[in-house]
T-cell receptor, first 116, second 111 residues
Framework: EPEVTQTPSHQVTQMGQEVILRCVPISNHLYFYWYRQILGQKVEFLVSFYNNEISEKSEIFDDQFSVERPDGSNFTLKIRSTKLEDSAMYFC??????????????FGEGSRLTVL | RKEVEQDPGPFNVPEGATVAFNCTYSNSASQSFFWYRQDCRKEPKLLMSVYSSGNEDGRFTAQLNRASQYISLLIRDSKLSDSATYLCVVARMDSSYKLIFGSGTRLLVRP
């Protein structure tokens, strides 16, 4: 069964350092997402991406965040200068969304980011 | 007001019990509705979509009331493996299609 894969599974970094989280979405999917979940809290939307550009971003997704699809398979989330409050699980998701589809998002296993 | 509200629980039930979760959503423009399941420190996984006519998948039954903006999930004959957090999720089309998650209801099924 096709799946979304994410690396690394866990990253520990010092405050102020740059972090890149990587995702390989399901190959025939066109819509890509990043969500985050702070420990004990709900899953929150960060950004959606389609046709090589950001479709929508949340208030959380400030200038410290960026996304990129550098080649035909990877989808990355970069945090330029990490803060303590960036510590969370970051989930990548993809969808083949069409108006006739189920609308399901398929999630990767997540990248746990710990900022010290 | 939260866009998707759920009772956080936990619901602590014996094996074999029937348990019901409720959820309300505030945005009437919400288009699609889902229940996702999340195990501890794992990714959310789709349990089932929710349709206006109601739908059933084995021991799981989901209902949607658009007029009341209310979604429910019923689990019959609970198994130990049902222990997880159940996430009520609505989909909306703004600048893009996206899912909005509730905070989840935790279920513990005991032997």
């Amino acid at each position: 069964e096709p799946e979304v894969t994410q690396t690394p599974s866990h990253q520990v970094t010092q405050m102020g350092q740059e972090v890149i989280l990587r995702c390989v979405p399901i190959s025939n999917h066109l819509y890509f997402y990043w969500y985050r979940q702070i420990l004990g809290q709900k899953v929150e939307f960060l950004v959606s991406f389609y046709n090589n550009e950001i479709s929508e971003k949340s208030e959380i997704f400030d200038d410290q965040f960026s996304v990129e699809r550098p080649d035909g398979s990877n989808f990355t989330l970069k945090i330029r200068s990490t803060k303590l409050e960036d510590s969370a699980m970051y989930f990548c998701a993809s969808s083949e969304f069409t108006l006739k589809g189920t609308g399901e998002l398929f999630f990767g296993e997540g990248s746990r980011l710990t900022v010290l | 007001r939260k866009e998707v509200e759920q009772d956080p629980g936990p619901f602590n039930v014996p094996e074999g019990a029937t348990v019901a979760f409720n959820c309300t959503y505030s945005n009437s423009a919400s288009q699609s509705f889902f229940w996702y399941r999340q195990d501890c420190r794992k990714e959310p996984k789709l349990l089932m979509s929710v349709y206006s006519s109601g739908n059933e998948d084995g021991r799981f039954t989901a209902q949607l009331n658009r007029a009341s903006q209310y979604i429910s999930l019923l689990i019959r004959d609970s198994k130990l493996s049902d222990s997880a957090t159940y996430l009520c999720v609505v989909a909306r089309m703004d600048s893009s299609y996206k899912l909005i998650f509730g905070s989840g209801t935790r279920l513990l099924v005991r032997p």
